[in-house]
């Protein structure tokens, strides 16, 4: 399958200051792009680090921004994610990243039209 076969969506998660996630779904294969949300814009508009550069001016937009998580969920629950070297501060960090990660493997099934197995499912 090629990357036109596939289908983008792009939303928010986590509130105010959470993380962006820009998908490209197949029926079997969902890859994921992740950003943070460091700030907002005078028109509450997310702001991201900026790739070139932390030391420079956020962005507005994702596709300039540093991805804090690279990665895939597969039809059959295996999955594999580039985290980088992210740094958490604190509980609260740990408390949101356990948060994105169960949301991208329940999402990714979502958006590939698949059920996961019981065994999956969180009880």
């Not at 036109?4 to 890859?31: M, N």
């Not at 792009?33 to 550069?53: P, S």
Request: net charge negative; aromatic share 12%; hydrophobic share 35%.
């Amino acid at each position: 399958m090629s990357d036109t076969d596939k289908r983008p969506t792009v939303e928010d998660i986590l509130g105010d200051f959470g993380y962006r996630l820009a998908w490209s779904v197949s029926d079997h294969w969902a890859d994921v792009v992740v950003y943070e949300i460091v700030g907002r814009d005078e028109n509450n508009k997310a702001l991201f680090n900026n790739k070139e550069a932390v030391s420079e001016p956020d962005v507005e937009s994702h596709a300039e921004a540093e991805p804090v998580l690279t990665g895939f969920v597969k039809w059959d629950g295996c999955s594999q994610f580039d985290m980088g070297n992210q740094h958490l501060c604190g509980a609260d960090s740990f408390t949101k990243h356990i948060a994105l990660l169960r949301h991208i493997y329940h999402r990714a099934f979502e958006l590939m039209g698949r059920e996961m197995y019981d065994e999956w499912v969180e009880k």
